[in-house]
């Protein structure tokens, strides 16, 4: 498939999307994936299509898929932690926190890492966790 191919693909799945025809989008997404597995566009597009329907469990999976690409990136990893969360897997929401700053660039995720450490001090104060990466 050529870039252009794949261009165009992404931009009908978010036209299908804008006339409300969700399920035909991601359809075209699962599609556009076959053929280019790393798409990130496509695959950002399908999880939080799944996400915004509360499928978190799919959500889960696809934004597994952006992390094995990708490990170091704060927008996955944040994806990832709240599909988690929302599935109540805490304690592999946990260690997708232990994960990430364990692999991110400390300078360009800064804002991502000062996030993930507020939530564990929130979380800690709520006694939701006595675990602190």
Known sequence: MTDIEAEKMLEQARSLVEEGKKEEARICLLNLLKDEPKSIAALLMLGGSYFEENNFKEAKLVFQQLIK???????????????????????????????????ADKDAEKETIAQYLSTLSAMENNNQTNVVP
């Open 69 to 103: 690409i990708s490990p170091g990136v704060g927008l996955y990893s944040i994806a990832l932690f709240n599909a988690l969360w929302r599935l109540k897997e805490t304690d592999e929401a946990l260690k997708e926190i232990r994960r990430f700053i364990l692999h």
